[in-house]
């Protein structure tokens, strides 16, 4: 049976498939299975590959990572984080109002910054993170991926 963390995960994996295919890549989910791996991604004239690890947090200071993010790193293995601002509820009904809505900030970062910033917390959350304030700086920068091959245009950037 799936997980509601399931769930999320896939959302932010789906999320991130689609702004890709907005920027001008193929961008195509993989099995749950593959250990550090959620798209596979390519441009569009197929010159450039990538493995992209999604993590996705909503209303959260830090990521949760697996151990290999401490050493698995290459140039074509990159992280997109995923944060998702979910809005406030209505104290006295626990529900969301109508003129609620979702904030995303899509976070592209290599693998190689990943394992130099990546940390074991210790005694009060288990299991290894990094926080949002560290990959900040790259915030829509799709740019990690280069060019899509699509008219031979940059990539947009977001406006999340």
């Not at 963390?5 to 994996?13: D, E, N, P, T």
């Not at 209505?90 to 899509?106: A, L, M, P, Q």
């Not at 280069?146 to 940059?154: E, I, L, P, Q, V």
């Amino acid at each position: 049976m799936t997980t509601a963390r399931q769930i999320q995960g896939m959302r932010g994996v789906y999320l991130v498939a689609a702004e890709l295919a907005r920027q001008g890549f193929i961008a195509s989910p993989i099995s749950r299975s593959a250990r550090g791996a959620d798209l596979l991604v390519t441009s569009n004239d197929c010159k450039r590959a990538f493995t992209v690890e999604v993590k996705k947090v909503s209303n959260a200071n830090y990521f949760q990572l697996a151990p290999h993010a401490k050493s698995m790193t290459a140039r074509s293995y990159v992280y997109v984080f995923v944060h998702i601002k979910e809005s406030k509820r209505d104290n006295r009904s626990k529900r969301k109002t109508k003129s609620e809505g979702i904030e995303i900030s899509y976070y592209p970062v290599t693998s190689r910054f990943v394992a130099k910033n990546v940390h074991y917390p210790g005694e009060y959350r288990t299991g290894w993170s990094i926080w949002r304030n560290k990959i900040e700086k790259f915030k829509n920068k799709w740019n990690i991926f280069g060019r899509s091959g699509a008219n031979g245009k940059s990539p947009r950037v977001s406006r999340h």
